[in-house]
């Protein structure tokens, strides 16, 4: 009851009587349990008869209560299975993504090597051929020298 209370208030509206209850004339704004009514004709002749048909509406009005509050829960229930699977195809989606990025990723890392190792080997490369230029210049240079003095 604390949980909804607008539900239950209307659930009760029209159900039990207005005014003071201790009047020997119940008057309410509509036709009621309370009134002698089409759904009461039958079987009723006393007031403790009407009082237990406006009982047994209340029971009513909670009755379609409840069945409207499950059947809320169940479309919430449902909604939240739906957002649980598009969550869960979420997740295998991002995590198809990261394989694929941690792929490249390595797959950089490992061509980087490469190319780090090749440019180590030009590098090498590179300081022979200076060290072998500086050695012809020097023996050239000693050659011209030698012969320049003879």
Excluded at 38 to 62: C, N, P, R, W
Aim: glycine share 4%; proline share 2%.
């Amino acid at each position: 009851m604390e949980r909804f209370p607008q539900e239950l208030a209307h659930a009760f509206t029209g159900v039990f009587p207005q005014g003071d209850p201790y009047t020997s004339v119940w008057d309410q704004s509509e036709a009621n349990a309370l009134e002698r009514s089409v759904d009461e004709d039958q079987h009723s002749d006393s007031t403790a008869i009407s009082a237990m048909f406006a009982l047994m509406k209340t029971y009513g009005g909670l009755e379609r209560c409840l069945g409207r509050l499950s059947g809320s829960l169940l479309i919430v229930q449902d909604e939240k299975r739906q957002l649980q699977r598009e969550f869960d195809s979420e997740v295998e989606r991002l995590q198809a993504e990261l394989a694929r990025v941690t792929l490249e990723r390595d797959q950089a890392v490992q061509k980087n090597s490469e190319l780090s190792q090749d440019l180590l080997a030009v590098r090498e490369q590179r300081d022979r051929v200076t060290t072998t230029h500086r050695n012809y210049e020097r023996m050239l240079v000693h050659v011209l020298g030698q012969r320049n003095e003879a």
